[in-house]
């Protein structure tokens, strides 16, 4: 049994309190067996006259045959291969019996109901299983709907009164929260069915009194890793700007408003004393890369040293070519750390001797040794969470620390993922950008797709094309980006082609992208590599290739690799069938919509939060019942709550129960509680 529960996550007594029906199921209304129509669910009470086994089908099946009589009329119940029910039916006992009703054929058109859910009423016995409200279960293979129900039944009965309550009072009167112990003990076993669909809502008060305690868990945790951070000493970054002004002066453009605003709050967060903790939100292509320079540059010219990083290796690249280009004029030198690359640069980097570090989020993961550490900057990643970010802090360093997400995030995932940052958002594109023109075409219709590379590529524009996949294989049938370079090479052999993908090594890669960079490269066959952060404005069209097997984000980021520069661009998806609604949903809004706020909130509608937010990546914890979607208002109120109690009670010295509960909680992915 303690397999079987384990599967479903209950270990302990806890965690089967807090499992949840996921739906109810109307029980409570004996109907007369007189009234009882086939086809609909019913429940009938009555004494049983007659029960005895029959076989079936060669005497393979046995039948067992209970009728019971309400004193309307008689039923027939049924049940195959379940002889030891017999004794449980004598005859005389009084039962209850609910089920879906039907007509049965064999024996002479009468109503039956198979496997009926029972309940024999002994005295005093409390109903579990019908003549009430009952709960239904995701249960597992080998434990059945009623094994499971006279479990938690026991539990409940047993434990759920001993529960402690430990958030403080007055929260939860302030909220008109009912008590914790009377929710659990009503989300199983409903009072009456007055409420139905509240219930199989989950929109009943003690429903939000549940998630409200999770979510609640959540956002202290959240509290009080902003309070520390706030404590921290940090630096206090005070420069004349000279080296901002050197760069802008050299720039080709000017910042735009939304840009200038959050360079300002930048600036304002690293001249305090306290560690900055902020996050740029912006679409794709608004310009954030220049923002985490000018910050860096803030950090150098204080005499600290400043590291970038990016979700991968191609991106790290990137940024160190464009980062080169812009700040050599300065005098200025960055250095790449890539993943293999352990060298003397290390000793330099240790010493606090180079200032400007870029590579893949692995550094701080990685044993890198920073001489002066001021600012961290986190690019492009929206699944970099509170964990990855304490470890920087683990490691003894209390830098300065700027996190650029990749995809803007819904409301309500900032809150959780990023409830301890400060956030700005960047919310204007460069001026003379034109909406990326996004078109789907299936198999059939190459030929358009080529015309238009051809004119393009003719131009002088350059191209991706993003396959799924690196080489083709048997299992998965998907065209691939190494047959893919060939076909393309076959059609346009006038045309320069390269491919690029994961499995190259640094250098090759590194080859490639400049080359692209350069406008040596017409057509640049890859895979998702190139996802996030390329910046080649040259290129006008984005060609993704089975576009149904990739996410909506992903779909966004690519498409956002396009459309950089004055010219009309375009996003061509190109689907093979058969392909799913879910699929067929990603495509539509990616057909309809430019816009990153909205894609994202309808990403995470289709995903659900668990896999948006990737948890296991992020060190979050899970969430049981709560759901930041649906629940988005609960977490607000319980947002608000966490930070006005840890604002009063910065260490939670007054509410030592509700410290180790959010200690539990969080079970040590962040050591910020140390309470008691
Ligand atoms: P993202 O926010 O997606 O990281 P990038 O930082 O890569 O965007 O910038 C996209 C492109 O826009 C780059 O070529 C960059 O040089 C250019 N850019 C950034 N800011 C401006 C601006 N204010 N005016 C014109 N072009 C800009
Ligand atoms: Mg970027």
């Given at each position: 049994m303690a397999v079987l529960l384990g599967r479903l996550g209950i270990k302990t007594v806890k965690d089967a309190l807090y499992y949840l029906p996921y739906r109810y199921e109307d029980r409570s209304n004996p109907v007369k067996i007189r009234d009882i129509r086939a086809g609909s669910y019913e429940t009938v009470r009555g004494t049983i006259v007659s029960s005895g086994l029959t076989l079936a089908r060669g005497r393979k099946v046995r039948i067992l045959e209970a009728v019971i009589n309400d004193g309307t009329a008689s039923l027939k119940c049924r049940w195959f291969?379940?002889?030891?029910?017999k004794k449980r039916f004598s005859e005389g006992l009084e039962a209850v019996f609910s089920g879906t009703v039907a007509r049965n054929?064999?024996?002479?058109d009468c109503l039956v109901i198979d496997n009926p859910e029972y309940e024999i009423i002994t005295g005093d016995d409390a109903c579990i299983h019908t003549q009430r409200v009952v709960p239904v279960y995701r249960v597992t293979e080998g434990l059945s709907q009623r094994q499971f129900r006279n479990i938690i039944f026991s539990i409940v009965n047993t434990y759920a009164e001993d529960v402690i309550d430990s958030i403080p009072r007055e929260i939860i009167e302030k909220n008109n929260l009912p008590a914790l112990h009377q929710s659990i003990i009503r989300l199983h076993f409903?009072?009456?069915?007055?409420?139905m669909d509240l219930f199989n809502g989950c929109s009943t008060l003690y429903h939000k009194r549940l998630f409200f305690d999770e979510l609640f868990m959540f956002e202290t945790g959240m509290a009080l890793q902003k309070k520390r951070t706030a404590r921290n000493k940090g630096i206090s970054f005070k420069s004349a700007g000279k080296m901002r002004k050197a760069l802008l002066e050299n720039l080709r453009f000017e910042l735009t408003r939304a840009q200038g605003r959050a360079v300002e709050s930048i600036i304002r967060d690293m001249r305090s004393p306290y560690p900055m903790h902020r996050l740029i939100q912006g679409d794709v292509?608004?310009?954030?890369t220049i923002v985490a320079l000018l910050a860096m540059l803030n950090a150098v010219e204080c005499g600290y040293q400043a590291v970038l990083m990016a979700p991968t290796e191609v991106l790290a690249e990137q940024h160190y070519l464009g980062v080169y280009g812009l700040i050599e004029n300065i005098g200025l030198e960055p250095v790449l750390v890539s993943g293999g690359s352990r060298d003397r640069r290390m000793d330099r980097i240790a010493s606090g001797e180079i200032k400007i570090i870029i590579g893949t989020h692995a550094l701080i993961q990685?044993?890198?040794?920073?001489?002066?550490?001021g600012l961290a900057v986190i690019d492009e990643?929206?699944?970099?969470?509170v964990m990855q970010r304490s470890l920087l802090g683990k490691k003894g360093m209390n830098p300065d620390v700027l996190v650029m997400t990749a995809t803007p995030i819904p409301r309500s995932l900032s809150l959780t993922l990023y409830g301890d940052l400060d956030c700005s958002v960047i919310d204007e594109l460069p001026p003379g950008r034109k909406p990326v023109i996004t078109k789907l075409f299936n198999s059939s219709q190459k030929d358009a797709i080529y015309s238009l590379l051809l004119g393009e590529t003719k131009r002088g524009r350059q191209s991706y094309v993003v396959y799924p996949a690196i080489e083709e294989s048997e299992k998965s049938g998907l065209k691939s980006a190494v047959q893919g370079m060939e076909a393309f090479r076959k059609i346009f052999p006038e045309f320069r082609i390269e491919l690029l993908h994961g499995r190259m090594n640094a250098g090759e890669k590194e080859d490639v992208m400049t080359s692209f960079k350069r406008g040596e490269i017409d057509i640049l066959v890859s895979?998702?590599?190139?996802?996030?952060g390329m910046d080649v404005p040259n290129a006008t069209v984005m060609l993704v290739i089975h576009?149904?097997?990739?996410?909506l984000a992903q779909l966004h980021q690519l498409r956002g690799?396009?459309?950089?520069?004055?010219d009309r661009s375009y996003c061509l998806l190109i689907v093979y069938e058969p392909y799913g609604d879910d699929a067929k949903r990603r495509l539509n809004i990616m057909i309809k919509s430019n816009d990153g706020f909205r894609i994202s909130e309808e990403d995470l509608k289709i995903r659900g939060p668990g896999e948006f937010l990737g948890t296991k990546q992020s060190g979050m914890p899970e969430l049981k019942n709560a759901d930041i979607v649906r629940d988005i208002e609960i977490l607000e109120t319980a947002r608000t709550e966490a930070f006005n109690l840890i604002d009063a009670s910065p260490g939670l010295e007054e509410y030592p129960l509700l410290g180790k509960s959010v200690e539990a909680f969080w079970k040590g992915k962040v050591d910020f509680c140390r309470t008691g």
């Open positions: 291969n379940q002889g030891f029910l054929a064999y024996s002479g409903p009072e009456d069915n007055l409420h292509g608004c310009g954030k990685e044993g890198v040794i920073f001489g002066n550490l990643q929206h699944k970099f969470g895979t998702t590599v190139i996802e996030v576009a149904e097997r990739f996410g690799r396009v459309g950089r520069g004055a």
